[in-house]
């Protein structure tokens, strides 16, 4: 223990003096809506609503919020906490499915590399927004011939543009600004920034300006979590609050604006439409949103409330950190909508024409409007610096799930050499992502989101609910929950087992069918991928959930007995699930009770009892 303390992960006021906890309350909560909270908040939420009715968008995404989301992320977080361990160790209570803790660490550590890469376009604009004017107001610096007027051959500042050819390829585009001005554009700020090949087939070389924030991110990255959550936990002091500081300035700022009313309209204001409800799209826009907004699946949640202590509210917690996403959602929508509605205002042209999501929204639309503003530097940097944190948030997470997975799968060789490991992992998730650095590296980072940040983490979390609820036992689950935060009432416990056995699967499962349904090979905007990189990622996605099989067979084929009995003894918790500290197990799990607290835990009777 004294090792582990020199080692800086694990304090002498601790209640787990293996692992470690927090170091207070306020860490973990900061830490967890640091992760929850992501930068599909800022760049897609807004979009969505926009997109499905406005603020008739908040009915059905509140809706799906209570009835999937937040009973997920409570589920997750309960497991995580009651164990202390991390995703893949969680599966001890279910040992045929531990391919799905396996999954999820796959899902995390693959996604980091990319997210590391949108860290580093955050820190590439951020250091670009240090001049006057903005490179991208300008012509030079940023591409010849961006910006002119055929009359005069003066430069004049760009108005926004979506990126539509490669670095090498120009594409010209004449528009009228508002004067009546003819202007012609040729490419975009973001076509210089990334260096933009034509496709996927032209690799090009690597953007070293990219590859060298790519490196200070990782060294961030790698800094904060130097000594585990005692180090990452007086970060998001700094990374989790400063992001709503921003917001409200930019919202401050932009209500002053000229046309931000009219874009607060089309957001969620007078140009709502109610009728929109009727649509299944926007039903399944708000459960998918929902879902993925508050990273459920990815073992994030599990992590971090594995270093809880055993007797925390898990349940209020829970509550707190999912309505606090959603109203971060709500509110970085209006600091967006306002100034979009400002831009659209210069260029006299419809809000719906100057929106975008994803990419186009955080790296074209936003810092082009912005440019537009006085002091444009100053809220560029901010807006920049903005999701540097809300990314590095989730970043730090997504490490950490790696690291805890790793350290406990081998608690004796690497608790006192977690330094070193996460040094390793932060650089390997530095070389891995150098590919998508290169000028083809945005074709990576779309494929790989597009194919892992769908379907994927659904097929995921449906299984999660399913076995815990199904499996373990949705009965045994309460009283696992109840050791923890105390006796509830049944009418409590009702509504939780109503969604954990029935709504939240039902409504994954729908989302899911439709997704496979309804899907069309994804593309980069109008640039399709050849079919060797639609085959690379269909080729991640069953990398990723092969395991869950196999993982499952192998256990099947080690167990002893005829399939029935090996089937039964690999649908009851192992002898090592229990409260990680002796003194948490109580009666229920205590040593004299190990070789016979499952005995009438078979997957039949457990379905059968979970709702007595």
């Not at 391919?99 to 996604?111: D, H």
């Not at 070389?205 to 000594?227: D, N, P, R, Y």
């Not at 719906?352 to 444009?376: N, R, T």
Request: aromatic content about 14%; glycine content about 8%; hydrophobic content about 45%.
């Amino acid at each position: 223990s004294l090792l582990l303390m020199l080692n800086g992960h694990v304090g002498e006021e601790d209640e787990n003096k293996e692992r470690g906890n927090w170091s207070s309350k306020t860490d973990y909560m900061l830490s967890t809506i640091g992760y929850a909270v992501g930068l599909g908040n800022i760049w897609r939420f807004p979009y969505l609503a926009y997109k499905n009715g406005g603020g008739a968008f908040l009915i059905p995404y509140f809706l799906m919020l209570f009835l999937a989301g937040l009973p997920l992320f409570f589920m997750e977080s309960a497991l995580g906490q009651f164990c202390s361990q991390g995703p893949i160790n969680v599966w001890r209570a279910v040992p045929l499915l531990q391919g799905v803790g396996v999954a999820m660490v796959l899902i995390t550590l693959i996604v980091s590399f990319y997210y590391n890469v949108i860290i580093a376009y955050s820190l590439f604009y951020m250091f670009a927004s240090f001049q006057s004017p903005l490179p991208w107001a300008r012509c030079s610096g940023w591409g010849s011939d961006n910006c002119t007027d055929p009359h005069t051959g003066t430069c004049i500042t760009p108005r926004y543009i979506q990126i539509h050819t490669s670095h090498t390829h120009t594409h010209t585009e004449v528009h009228t600004s508002p004067t009546g001005t003819r202007i012609t554009h040729r490419g975009t700020h973001s076509e210089e920034a990334l260096r933009r090949s034509s496709g996927m087939d032209e690799t090009g070389t690597v953007v070293w300006h990219l590859a060298l924030c790519l490196l200070l991110s990782s060294i961030i990255v790698g800094a904060a979590l130097i000594k585990g959550i005692k180090s990452s936990g007086k970060v998001v002091y700094f990374t989790a609050t400063f992001p709503y500081v921003v917001i409200l300035i930019l919202l401050i700022r932009g209500a002053t604006l000229e046309g931000a009313r009219d874009g607060i309209e089309y957001y969620i204001g007078t140009q709502s439409n109610l009728t929109k409800l009727a649509d299944a799209q926007v039903w399944k826009d708000a459960a998918t949103q929902t879902f993925y907004s508050l990273s459920i699946g990815w073992g994030g949640v599990l992590t971090l409330a594995s270093y809880n202590n055993f007797n925390n509210n898990v349940f209020k917690d829970a509550f707190i950190v999912c309505f606090t996403n959603a109203g971060t959602s709500v509110f970085a929508g209006f600091a967006i909508f306002s100034i979009l509605g400002h831009m659209a205002f210069v260029y006299n042209k419809p809000v719906g024409e100057v929106v975008k999501e994803g990419f186009g929204l955080a790296f074209i639309a936003y810092p082009d409007a912005l440019s537009k503003l006085p002091i444009s530097p100053l809220w560029s940097v901010l807006f920049f610096f903005m999701l540097l944190t809300v990314g590095l948030d989730s970043q730090f997470a997504g490490i950490e799930v790696v690291i805890t997975c790793v350290v406990d799968a081998c608690p004796s060789l690497f608790n006192s050499k977690r330094a070193l490991l996460t040094l390793a992992i932060s650089c390997s998730v530095f070389l891995l992502g150098l590919p998508c650095v290169t000028q083809a590296g945005i074709y990576w980072v779309t494929l790989i989101d597009q194919f892992l940040g769908t379907w994927v983490l659904l097929i995921v979390g449906f299984m999660e609910v399913a076995a815990v609820s199904y499996i373990y036992g949705g009965n045994r689950f309460i009283k696992d929950i109840e050791m923890m935060i105390g006796d509830k009432t049944f009418c409590f416990w009702l509504w939780w087992r109503a969604c954990w056995f029935f709504i939240s699967p039902c409504i994954i499962l729908v989302i899911l069918v439709w997704s496979l349904l309804t899907f069309t090979s994804p593309s980069y905007g109008s640039v399709p991928y050849p079919d060797w990189g639609l085959a690379l990622g269909w080729c991640i996605a069953v990398f990723v959930l092969m395991w869950i099989p196999l993982i499952a067979l192998y256990k099947f084929i080690k167990a002893q007995g005829s399939v029935w009995e090996r089937l039964k003894s690999l649908c009851r918790p192992t002898e090592d699930w229990h409260p990680y500290l002796e003194k948490h197990r109580g009666e229920r799990y205590s040593v004299e009770n190990q070789t016979n607290k499952c005995t009438d835990t078979s997957s039949v009777s457990v379905i059968s009892s979970s709702w007595l």
